[in-house]
């Protein structure tokens, strides 16, 4: 008797596991084929449907790779529908459910050309501006972002784009400076010039920008009437950028 009671035990367990079995299979199937139409709206550029498909999948099997891959497409696509908020947030929740993934660094790298993307049309060198009004917030934050990646994943494919991004970067940040100085300049607010200048020195040192930074700060003090700090300013440029002195000469 007993050992008819072992033997329907270990039958229906057999059951149950053929069963979990063929569920798991169904499972992955219905994923995968939900992944492959919202991977194909992706490549038709079809990024709204793409995006309700992946949700999709996601909200059905949330678990298993094809989750989480669907993870980064919503991200990526909400970046092509020049949705940049709704990409970093995408983005962060991809790293926060799979800190260890294979790809995260691509979250990463998502993260900052969604935030670069912000003002494709805004490197004009501010003409016709009040540049003292523009928000640069999004370029120092897609800055940071790449330098997260950078930072983590030194060897990502994406590493070496980064790196010309954050040198593209720090001269659009240091222009935008060096831009607000001239606007004070104009208005003869000296002071405001060479503290803005010398913020510029200080954190986007090595870029364009310097030479007339460094002339800006000259003229700011000779206008009032600090020979002093003008006289050592001016030793920096000859050192340094003997053609931009534009005739200064030192204050005896």
């Known amino acids: 008797m007993t050992l008819r009671i072992l033997a329907l035990v270990l039958l229906l367990t057999l059951a149950a596991c053929a069963k979990d079995k ?30 309700e498909q ?3 999948l996601e909200s059905r099997y949330p678990f298993g ?3 989480q891959q669907s993870q980064l497409e919503t991200a990526y696509s909400h970046y092509k529908l020049s949705e940049p908020d709704s990409a970093i947030a995408a983005a962060n929740q991809f790293i926060k459910l799979n800190p260890q993934h294979e790809h995260v660094d691509y979250a990463y790298y998502l993260k900052g050309i969604a935030n670069f993307s912000r003002y494709d049309g ?15 917030k999004p370029m120092r934050q897609s800055f940071a972002d790449f330098k997260q990646l950078i930072n983590r994943f030194p060897d990502s494919a994406y590493a070496e784009d980064a790196e010309k991004r954050m040198l593209f970067l720090r001269n659009v940040l240091a222009d935008h400076e060096l831009s607000v100085a001239r606007y004070y300049a104009k208005r003869g607010a000296n002071v405001a010039v060479v503290n803005r200048c010398k913020y510029l020195l200080k954190h986007y040192d090595r870029t364009d920008s310097v030479p007339e930074a460094l002339m800006l700060i000259a003229q700011a003090y000779e206008k009032m009437g600090l020979d002093g700090p003008f006289n050592e300013t001016l030793s920096v440029l000859e050192h340094n950028f003997p053609d931009k002195l534009n005739g200064m000469t030192r204050k005896e």
Request: no cysteine.
């Open 22 to 51: 063929a569920g798991i299979g169904e499972t992955d199937a219905a994923s995968a084929e939900l992944y492959q139409k919202g991977n194909k709206l992706l490549g038709q550029g079809n990024y709204s449907l793409a995006i």
């Open 65 to 67: 790779t094809y989750a």
């Open 54 to 56: 992946f949700e999709t």
């Open 122 to 136: 805004m490197f004009d060198r501010f003409v016709e501006k009040d540049v003292s009004l523009l928000d640069m």
